[in-house]
């Protein structure tokens, strides 16, 4: 599977601390193999198919047949705000 990242998932990575970035980047990984052992749930808010929740991070993305399309990453508070 292929895993596409927003302008705005890639600029949130950026800024952060190399250890935060491998574990995000791990997190997103394991969505098409173990989506099932991860806290995903459909979203609600009807701007993505799905939120990956772990710790106070938060991954919104979709999932279009073979492409995983990050569209947002942000703590908790933050992520929701101007969807």
């Known amino acids: 599977m292929e895993i596409m990242f927003s302008k705005q998932a890639e600029k949130f990575l ?3 601390t190399k250890q935060t970035q491998a574990k ?3 997190m997103i990984e394991k969505i098409p193999t173990q ?3 991860l806290d995903v749930k459909p979203f ?3 701007f ?3 939120r990956l929740k772990f710790g106070k991070i938060r991954v919104l993305y979709d999932e ?3 492409v995983i399309d990050i569209i ?3 703590y908790r508070g933050d992520v929701y705000k101007k969807l």
């Open 48 to 50: 993505a198919d799905y």
């Open 14 to 16: 950026k800024k952060q």
């Open 24 to 26: 995000i980047i791990e």
């Open 44 to 46: 609600q808010g009807g």
């Open 72 to 74: 947002r990453i942000g």
């Open 64 to 66: 279009n047949g073979n």
């Open 35 to 37: 989506s099932h052992q």
